[in-house]
């Protein structure tokens, strides 16, 4: 058990930092289609702000941020082996459980998002997006040779990176009957904010389980389509698929009208 | 009652603004009218205010005044005060709507337009007389010239695949603008490929604003089609509707106006404006789900065929063929969402009885009208968000001559707009949007993927602006200290 589940931190946080990064934070995608003179005065209305902001000191969310000694860890996320998914669920399943307090468990997916193996910035294209979640997720699965899946994922998202986590320290390693084996229903209890089942179109969790699960079936199908042709081939990796789960109707329209998007030549005057 | 209200309001107002003019104009005293309700329950808004709301501030706002109409906003979730801010993507209900919709399923629930018999009959008057509401809203001359829809995305669905599939040809463009919303957007992608037809997209100017000049000189002879909102549900900008109108209708084009977020909160002139089409859904505007309306104006409509086929809209059956009924019935296949449009027009009784231009002088007046007041919501929010730091708000910055509608969409630097969602949610009990907004090409304009967005109705206040920046400026805090 790793015992620092979460940074503590009593002193103001550090005043932000007013660089705009593409690379790290890709929602803000650099100023390249803003002019000029608008990203420099937003630059300059940062570093003032950021002037204000550091004075500010105490607030609610430094309470926040003190360490609840409560709370149980589930340890760090490695693809042991001989570690039944199943039996990982269980013990992700009950730490979240006794995560009453919503905040906690905000906190503990944001501790986890810190976790995740950084992801190589190759892989953020749009092959390897999850459609349908509110946030950019990638996802990439590969099946080793001895039939044991691996799954690499990063989100532009602190908490949906939580949930990327959490899912695939639940599923990495695992045996891909084992993965096609979980429903969505057996995450219920690792939420945020979304009540019950949340069949919605925000429901990271579900779109990203389902994500894995399509790969991991495809591989299935590869490897059993072609046993032993190619016995020196140490992973597959899985081929781009654009369609969706039935049960994600916002995310396939989404998609369908992303395409449309895409076919048609959209000249936008500068 | 209404003199108990204005003594109440006067008395607490009059020292600070003598001429403060919120709720003592005088309104229509029928007394079914939502407006005796709404007076009625300044009297309860008083102890609702003491329980769950923040203290009264010293000036009571219209929106303190009609707090206590929309019941849901006084409750608690995930242990805070709920306080909704996500009205451009639906608004709430006021007591009004939902006891209009129960009478309807208690008193007089019956199909319209097929039976003889008295609750058929009061149906259909009633589900006429919402038609008849709506138009006189937005000022069309004839109630025929409105057609009930879903929504306002049916609305625009109808004109692209009825009017669109009938007078587009190949090469004939379609002018939009990056902004539009998804519903104002694939519609006629879908008819464009059918008919060989064009989009053209303006952008934004530096103002980051459509660009009307860049879109006057898109407009040519091969236009037939301008498709514009009202207001920007992202920018909170405003587009001169008038002014588009007027050049398009030089070349001949016909203009389709999406007014979802204008309506609910401004006065909205279909005669005035001289809009050819002009769609709106009722949920943004305090009626209910499920039903919204297409403006046509007459000549237009009658020569359009229909749309889906079914009841209520032939004239005539025959087994090879059929002939169709006048608009709108044309337009309305099969039983409409009757206790909706009854809804809807409980609604627009709702709004009228306020007084849309009090609206907008609440939300988003220009500054001199009430300058003595401080300034209205909408600068009230741009000023208030601009403080958070690290933070982008989309759109034009407000000036005397430049207003913007009372919602902002944002970012803050290295916090993706779901994370904030999600905290203000969970830890402030804030309502606020995050995401595209259906409006992914704008998002892809300013470079971006997603925002997150506030958006204030009437029932908001100032101090629920002063609570969000206040839960915004914790956000940013709790998650630059995970950093
Ligand atoms: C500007 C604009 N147009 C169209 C729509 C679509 O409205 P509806 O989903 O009710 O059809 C919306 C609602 O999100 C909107 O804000």
Redesign the interface.
Known sequence: MNSSII?T?TT???????S?SSSS???????????G??TLS?RR??ER??L??SD?GS????R??ARNPSLVEIGTPSPAVGTAVADRLHRLVLEFKSLEE??DR?KRL?HYA?RLPPYDESGRVAENRVVGC???VWVEAEMEEGGRMRFRAD??????KGFCSCLIWVLDGGEAEEVLGLKTEDFEYVN??LHGRGHSR?NTWHNVLITMQKKTRALLEEKNEKPSLEPSLSSIMVSPGYEISAQNHGGLAQTH??H??LS?S????? | MAMVMEGVAMAAVATRFPSFRIIHRRRPSSSTSPTSRTLRSFSASASALREGDPPAPLSVSLGHVIRPDFPILHQEVNGSRLVYLDNAATSQKPTAVMRAIQTYYEAYNSNVHRGIHFLSAKATEEFELARKKIASFINASDSSEIVFTRNATEAINLVAYSWGLQNLKPEDEIVLTVAEHHSAIVPWQLVAQKTGAVLKFVGLNQDEVPDINMLKETLSTKTKLVVVHHVSNVLASVLPVEDIVLWAHEIGAKVLVDACQSVPHMVVDVQNLDADFLVASSHKMCGPTGIGFLYGKSYLLSAMPPFLGGGEMISDVFLDHSTYAEPPSRFEAGTPAIGEAIGLGAAIDYLSAISMQKIHDYEASPIFLIAYLSVELSEYLYESLRSVPSVRIYGPVPTRNVRRAALCSFNVENIHPTDIATFLDQQHGVAIRSGHHCAQPLHRYLGISASARVSLHFYNTKEDVDYVVQALNDTVNFFNSFK
Not at chain 1, 12 to 18: K, L, V
């Open positions: 940074r931190s103001p946080p550090p005043p932000p930092q007013c705009i934070r890709p929602w803000i995608k650099g100023p390249t289609s803003i002019s003179r608008r937003f209305e940062n702000k950021s204000r902001s500010s607030n609610f969310s430094s926040l941020n919503p905040m905000v944001l810190s509110a946030t950019q989100s532009d998202s602190e908490i949906s945020v904010g925000v009208a992303s449309y998007l048609l959209v000249t936008l005057p500068l």
